[in-house]
């Protein structure tokens, strides 16, 4: 019995559309029974008619049943553009395991699923979306429309990515020009959607990434920055004190060592650079939100759905 579940899982593991649906259904009903029961995940197509403006597209037939005016509303009053962009870097396919899933993820599995997700929410709005996947550079760029063709071409660049998480590419980040480039592509205002660990190969460049990192609010852009990260390993070091070989996967470069040697100074580091991340999200009114790949896709959606809901 056990070992036919694993098959099932195993052909779902293709079906990226069903299994982003499945995703959104649950976290849906988990709003439901959540603090935030009776948050709304259908958004209105109706407004308030305003006295004095013309009754044209007054809705008769809502009027008929509720007694008050309603004005439609079309969409370009509605629809959102909401772009993604996704790192496809050596870095995003940590941890590397024999065995990856939707449930035992790598960053970069974590965030193909994420971002399958919020494009069902987007689907179910009419809302348009595009795709853009980077590592040394633009690998994919599309641009933002509301279409089926649309999405299964994006659910099959998706696909691609899940097809292919071997790390034996050695494929390092340089975010810094990728994401200028990015910024210049998407034309007309819409909210992007960034998924990465922000680690760059030319980390001593820090200033230049944080630039490139404004820029995605070129022709005023809101941007939500998921942090993608596995936490207890990469940002808090917990490792057993024991020998341990790591290796870059983006360099292939080797060290041998015990963590305790190195997890002070190790943590440090990374905790100034994620307070000066931070910082820099609120300085250029960059939502930044912490997607521990460990914690599920819930906390991602809810962002993206509480974004979706002030911007409308």
């Not at 019995?1 to 649906?21: D, P, S, Y």
């Not at 919020?118 to 709005?125: D, S, T």
């Not at 009419?126 to 071409?153: C, I, M, Q, W, Y």
């Amino acid at each position: 019995m056990e070992k036919e579940i694993n098959q099932q899982r195993v052909r779902a593991f293709g079906e990226l559309e069903f299994m982003a649906r499945q995703v959104v259904e649950g976290f849906i009903t988990g709003l439901h029974k959540s603090p935030y029961h009776g948050f709304s995940v259908e958004f209105a197509e109706h407004r308030l008619y305003n006295p004095g403006e013309s009754t044209r597209h007054i809705d008769w037939k809502l009027y008929g049943r509720t007694d008050k005016l309603f004005v439609k509303r079309y969409e370009e009053e509605t629809n959102l553009r909401c772009h993604i962009v996704i790192d496809n870097s050596s870095s995003m396919y940590y941890p590397v395991q024999d065995e990856i899933s939707i449930d035992k993820p790598n960053k970069v599995v974590f965030s193909i699923y994420a971002a399958a997700s919020i494009m069902n929410m987007l689907k179910k709005q009419r809302d348009a979306v595009g795709l853009s996947v980077f590592s040394e550079k633009v690998e994919v760029h599309t641009p933002d429309r509301t279409t089926n063709s649309h999405h299964k071409l994006i659910y099959l660049e998706l696909e691609k990515m899940l097809d292919a998480y071997s790390v034996e590419s050695k494929k390092q980040t340089f975010a810094i020009d990728a994401l200028h480039e990015i910024a210049e592509k998407i034309h007309r205002r819409s909210l992007v959607v960034l998924f990465t660990d922000m680690f760059d190969a030319e980390m001593d460049k820090a200033e230049e990434l944080f630039s490139a990192l404004q820029h995605l609010k070129y022709n005023k852009h809101e941007v939500i920055l998921f942090h993608v990260t596995d936490r207890p390993h990469e940002l808090e070091f917990d490792f057993e004190n024991r020998p341990y070989r790591f290796v870059d996967v983006e360099t292939g470069e080797e060290v041998k060592l015990t963590p305790n040697e190195v997890k002070e100074q190790y943590i440090e580091r990374v905790k100034a650079f994620e307070k000066e991340l931070k910082l820099r999200c609120a300085q250029y009114k960059i939502d930044f939100v912490e997607a521990d790949i460990s914690k599920g896709y819930e906390p991602v959606l809810l962002s993206y759905l509480l974004k979706r809901q002030k911007l409308y």
